[in-house]
T-cell receptor
Framework: QKEVEQNSGPLSVPEGAIASLNCTYSDRVSQSFFWYRQYSGKSPELIMSIYSNGDKEDGRFTAQLNKASQYVSLLIRDSQPSDSATYLCAVSLSGGYNKLIFGAGTRLAVHP | GAVVSQHPSRVICKSGTSVKIECRSLDFQATTMFWYRQFPKQSLMLMATSNEGSKATYEQGVEKDKFLINHASLTLSTLTVTSAHPEDSSFYIC??????????FGQGTRLTVV
């Protein structure tokens, strides 16, 4: 079983719709959770971090964490074509010296 | 967010030569930095964890004598690809975690070995 699992997609949504991206992780002691966006040929860009159960909103983005279910998700409201990218879920133990474990990423395509 | 600068962004070298890639945290001190490699249409692969003032920790299957990592200060880590071969051609990306433990990535270095 992979440590962090994501559906590879592509997830295709129309412009203006809500895109829902999901991620599950296997290590119950994981403490920190992150969503990154990566455009083709570029390095990943941090979108959201979440550390406690519940929802965290930032603009059009909402991260949701459920530690009991070992599940973290990212909702993108009012999706735009510029949101088309690969979204990477990452988890780690607490502490700045701990490595992040990345999922394989979900490719999102927002069509006009 | 915090800024991580990576240089060079693109390099072409001849087979058998060595290439050094620099990674700097510009506005924070990073005791730990991470080096990744990414092949086209594949996910990030962690190569090693770079710790300031001590030896790097390499992931299984990564040759430490081929990929030399030096983390001499709290703001600089370097990756040297020694005796590069065409199969080493890839996108190399560094990352550093700031005081809030969020990880930020450098711009990446696209290495082409000819």
């Amino acid at each position: 079983q992979k440590e962090v699992e994501q559906n590879s997609g592509p997830l295709s949504v129309p412009e203006g719709a809500i895109a829902s991206l999901n991620c599950t992780y296997s290590d119950r002691v994981s403490q920190s959770f992150f969503w990154y966006r990566q455009y083709s040929g570029k390095s990943p860009e941090l979108i959201m971090s979440i550390y406690s159960n519940g929802d965290k909103e930032d603009g059009r983005f909402t991260a949701q964490l459920n530690k009991a279910s070992q599940y973290v998700s990212l909702l993108i409201r009012d999706s735009q074509p510029s949101d088309s990218a690969t979204y990477l879920c990452a988890v780690s133990l607490s502490g700045g010296y701990n490595k992040l474990i990345f999922g394989a990423g979900t490719r999102l395509a927002v069509h006009p | 967010g915090a800024v991580v600068s990576q240089h060079p962004s693109r390099v072409i070298c001849k087979s058998g030569t060595s290439v050094k890639i620099e990674c700097r945290s510009l506005d924070f001190q990073a005791t730990t930095m991470f080096w990744y490699r990414q092949f086209p249409k594949q996910s990030l692969m962690l190569m090693a964890t770079s710790n300031e003032g001590s030896k790097a920790t390499y992931e299984q299957g990564v040759e430490k004598d081929k990929f030399l990592i030096n983390h001499a200060s709290l703001t600089l880590s370097t990756l040297t690809v020694t005796s590069a071969h065409p199969e080493d051609s890839s996108f190399y990306i560094c990352s550093a975690r700031d005081g809030r433990f969020e990880a930020f990535f450098g711009q990446g270095t696209r290495l082409t070995v000819v």
